[in-house]
């Protein structure tokens, strides 16, 4: 069965505290990806890893840095916290050229005080 | 203007009632289409996805593709309320693995 998990479920964090997300999958996926969801802007992509080592910017990736050592595991980094990075974070990842899909971790509600 | 247009809702309908949930966009290079279910406090699921224009089905839900008015559509038929969820329609350019471009999502809820 597909599984992606994500570190914590609930986060809360202080401003200016370094922040570390944790995403694992366990299909072997090439592709990890990780958003950021918020009430009527829907998802919005931040950092996709294609291979280990690997990392392209998404549509957000400001005040974000990304990790990708190993194939299963696909960390983000808020360098700095602050309080507009208040959201639920959502790991994704899909194998690559396929005609498959996506596949969603529970993700991260995020508090920053 | 955003790349997908998608109606916020909240959607309220009777059990039982054919639901119909729209998006649009504005960039014609998209081919892969997809709607996600999300269940409060969950990670969206893939419920349906079509390459190109037509229909698919898939059991109660229906997903239609209007590529001439970048229009897509998923159909609900006898609505339950385990179908209360908030579907985002999605698209891509390439394969549905790589990256994907969300609509802002419709909250359903239907009434027992």
């Known amino acids: 069965d597909v599984k992606v998990t994500q570190s914590s479920r609930y986060l809360v964090k202080r401003t200016g505290e370094k922040v570390f997300l944790e995403c694992v999958q366990d299909m072997d996926h090439e592709n990890m990806f990780w958003y950021r969801q918020d009430p009527g802007l829907g998802l919005r992509l931040i950092y996709f890893s294609y291979d280990v080592k690997m990392k392209e910017k998404g549509d957000i990736p400001e005040g974000y840095s990304v990790s990708r050592e190993k194939k299963e595991r696909f960390s983000l980094i808020l360098e700095s916290a602050s309080t507009n990075q208040t959201s639920m974070y959502l790991c994704?990842?899909?194998?690559?050229?396929?005609?498959?899909?996506?596949?969603f971790g529970p993700g991260t509600r995020l508090t920053v005080l | 203007q955003k790349e997908v247009e998608q109606d916020p809702g909240p959607l309220s309908v009777p059990e039982g009632a054919i639901v119909s949930l729209n998006c649009t966009y504005s960039?014609?290079?998209?081919?892969?289409f997809m709607w996600y279910r999300q269940y409060s406090r969950k990670g969206p699921e893939l419920l349906m996805y079509?390459?190109?224009?037509g229909n698919k089905e898939d059991g109660r839900f229906t997903a239609q593709v209007d590529k001439s008015s970048k229009y897509i559509s998923l159909f609900i038929r006898d609505s339950q309320p385990s179908d209360s969820a908030t579907y985002l329609c999605?698209?891509?350019?390439?394969?549905?693995?790589?990256?994907?471009?969300f609509g802002s999502g419709t909250r359903l809820s239907i009434r027992p």
């Open positions: 999605a698209m891509s350019y390439y394969s549905s693995a790589s990256k994907i471009i």
């Open positions: 079509t390459y190109s224009s």
């Open positions: 960039n014609s290079a998209f081919q892969y």
């Open positions: 994704a990842s899909g194998p690559s050229g396929s005609t498959d899909t996506q596949y």
